[in-house]
């Protein structure tokens, strides 16, 4: 769906990355377990720092955060929920529309994301870009 957005607007598709599948998956369990949707939870490294650790050369870094629910615990609740919340990024609009602007910027060629059901039912997601 990410690249399709992209595509839509004459841009490459993204490349996923184990190291930002790393960073957005570490990110979202420390949102999970009890930080709140948070670009960065107290005592948790910055971003640049997460995708560093994970193995990630970058000179450019953003990430998406997103919560929504609850939903039951099926794969198809939890994919919904997901598609739910990237297509609210996408639709937002200027000058709130800082999860679309990342999605769709030229500054990034790879993403990693993250989707997790906590036991309340609550879908966390992160996607982490680089260049």
Known sequence: MINQARAGQGLPPLT????????????????SSGCGLSHQCPGEPALGDRETA????????????????PVSDTNA??????????NSMLAEQPPDDGHRRNILSTDYHHIGISVFRDSGGTVWMTQDFSD
Do not use: F, P
């Not at 996923?16 to 949102?31: E, P, Y």
């Open 16 to 31: 996923l990355s184990a190291g930002l599948n790393k960073s957005a998956s570490a990110h979202t369990s420390v949102m």
């Open 77 to 86: 609740a939890i994919a919904s929920m997901a598609v739910g919340l990237t």
């Open 54 to 69: 994970a193995g990630v050369s970058w000179s450019a870094a953003g990430e998406n955060i997103g919560d929504g629910g």
